[in-house]
């Protein structure tokens, strides 16, 4: 009976350890989008600009456009894009 406890505790470990693995080859990049066309998003991360592949089946969430700080899932082709908020910059104190 302990084993078979055993067994199925190892099980369930394992499938919730590959589940949260998520949805295999997708990735995300998130930065600032410099250009934007039906083809393809520029995405300004700092030092290097991404270029990533857009099609019809791309989902925009928010309210996209250039300038915006996004997230964008892709697979090569991006899946998913999403605005995100940006961060205020911290104010120094006087003193």
């Known amino acids: ?3 078979i406890i055993i067994v199925l505790c190892l099980v369930f470990l394992v499938a919730v350890v590959a589940y949260a693995q998520g949805p295999k080859g997708t990735r995300s990049v998130t930065g600032e989008i410099v250009e934007m066309t039906a083809e393809k998003i520029v995405i300004d991360r700092g030092k ?3 270029l990533i592949e ?3 089946g791309t989902n925009i969430t928010g ?3 250039v ?3 996004v997230k964008v ?3 090569m082709v991006a899946t998913d894009v999403k605005e995100v908020t940006a961060k205020k910059p911290a ?3 006087k003193k």
Request: no cysteine.
């Open 1 to 3: 009976m302990k084993k």
């Open 48 to 50: 290097t600009q991404w």
């Open 54 to 56: 857009r099609n019809a």
């Open 63 to 65: 309210n996209v456009k």
């Open 67 to 69: 300038g915006s700080r």
């Open 73 to 75: 899932d892709y697979k």
């Open 91 to 93: 104010t120094k104190k």
